[in-house]
C-alpha cells in the first residue's frame, strides 16, 4: 500500500501544470525570446518581430506592414517602387533624377527635356 501511495505521489507531483513558467521555456526557446506583454516577440539580439508579423533588424532599417521599405541609408522607397532619395528628391527606376513636375533633371540639377 505504501508503494502504491508513492508512485501515486509521483504521478501526482509530474502531472501538475508547471505554474509560472514561460511559454518560451515549454517549447525550448529558453532565454533567446522574451515574451512581451502586447504578444509581441523580442529575440536576444534586439531584433523585434510584432505580432502582425513585421519585421525590424538590428541595424534599424524598417519594414513597415504594407511592405514598403527604408533601407539602411536612410533613401525611401515608396509603394509604386519609386525611389525617393534622402535629399527629398525623386529617382526615377533607370537611375535618373526625376523633378517633382516629371521631366528628367540631371545630376547637375538642370532640367533634361526628354530624355
Known amino acids: 500500500m505504501t508503494r502504491q501511495l508513492s508512485i501515486l505521489a509521483l504521478v501526482a507531483l ?3 501544470p508547471m505554474i509560472g513558467c514561460s ?3 515549454l517549447v525550448g ?12 516577440n523580442q529575440s536576444s539580439e ?11 533588424s538590428s541595424e534599424g532599417t524598417n519594414q513597415s506592414s504594407e511592405g ?5 541609408d536612410g533613401t525611401n522607397q515608396t509603394s509604386d517602387g519609386t525611389n525617393q532619395t534622402s535629399d527629398g528628391t525623386n529617382q526615377g527606376s ?3 533624377n526625376q523633378g517633382t513636375n516629371g521631366t528628367n533633371q540631371s545630376s ?3 532640367n533634361q527635356i526628354g530624355g
Do not use: C, I, K, R
Not at 534586439?46 to 525590424?56: F, K, L, P, R, Y
Not at 514598403?68 to 539602411?72: C, P
Open 94 to 96: 533607370d537611375g535618373t
Open 23 to 25: 511559454p518560451e521555456s
Open 68 to 72: 514598403t521599405n527604408q533601407t539602411s
Open 46 to 56: 534586439g531584433t523585434n518581430q510584432s505580432s502582425e508579423g513585421t519585421n525590424q
Open 29 to 40: 526557446a529558453g532565454d533567446d525570446v522574451v515574451w512581451l506583454s502586447d504578444g509581441t
Open 108 to 110: 547637375d540639377g538642370t
Open 14 to 16: 509530474f502531472a501538475t
